[in-house]
């Protein structure tokens, strides 16, 4: 009779569908037969049967033959016999195991009853090894029955050894709460659902800790917009307006594209011509090729007026009357600059020979 060996252990229950079943070689045998069945008499129609052929004279400690495609939520019998050139042993003992019936999840992301989640999501789930494939479903109702349910196929081979499995999904709904499960097949069966995790979508985008900062005053009338990327997002919208309810015909709008997988931190967008002295309103949605999301807070800032004058020195004297240089400030976004020098001080000639000088 065959002795067994350590794996896998007898009484065995969570089983992967895919075993190494290992026996104590009885040397001098040049084949083993090892049977499988889901009943102790090994009398069902699910009885498998195989052979494990090797040299007489070997001298392994022991053998195994994996087996795939074992049955999801199955209780299994199994025995192993040896064979050589004259005779044929008796069955070892009999061992038993029970195979798992669902798939679990890992300690990776998304966590259960996530908040705040982006729209594209890796769905991690543990590999219930000796599945060629998997099943994710995923939907805005418990019981996986609304209209947008969703279901993704993830394919592998029967032999792989990784330990987890993930799916990436774009395109979810902003501000959503979703539920999702996954179910594992082999060549034979399928198994029952995972337990169902849930996570809610956000619905804004959110303000990076870069400019322009809120409720900023002297502001250039250009300025890079920036704000947090909701990633699986395909593009942004930002509006200005010199209204807080955006309903003035000042009101501007633009679109930043992306692709749907990019991993960026944040996006900016850069705006030209914004009006002298005047408060401004910004705010950002998200859109991907499903849904548009809210819009995030409404940020405020309040542009200069005015350009900046820097040298010479005010009031200072003593300058040469030929080759002297009047610097002022860039204020950004310009594109033309004004400059009236004069005698007086409200920039008016009196007389034919007093001189306004007005130069762009």
Known sequence: MVGGADLPADSLTGAYTRQLFHWNNSRGSIGYILELDTVADFSSPYKRTFNKTTAFDNTDNYFYYAVNDMRYGTRYYWRVRARNNA???????????????????????????????????YF??????????????LDTVADFSSPHKRTFNKTTAADNTDDAFYYAVNDMRYGTRYYWRVRARNGVDTSGWSDTRTLLTTDKVFFTTLSPSDSLTGAYTRQYFYWRNSRGSIGYILELDTLADFSSPHKRSFNKTTAADNTDD????????????????????????VDTSGWSDTRTLTTTYRAFLNSPADNSTGWSVSGLYLYWNNSRGSTKYIMQVDTHLQFIAATDTEQNHYCR
């Open 266 to 289: 944040a996006f900016y967008y850069a705006v030209n011509d914004m009006r002298y002295g005047t408060r401004y309103y910004w705010r950002v949605r998200a859109r991907n090729g």
């Open 87 to 121: 005779d044929t042993s008796d069955w070892s003992d009999t061992r038993t195991l029970l195979t798992t019936d669902k798939v679990y999840f890992t300690t990776l992301s998304p966590s259960d009853s996530l908040t705040g989640a982006y729209t594209r999501q």
């Open 124 to 137: 991690y789930w543990r590999n219930s090894r000796g599945s060629i494939g998997y099943i994710l479903e």
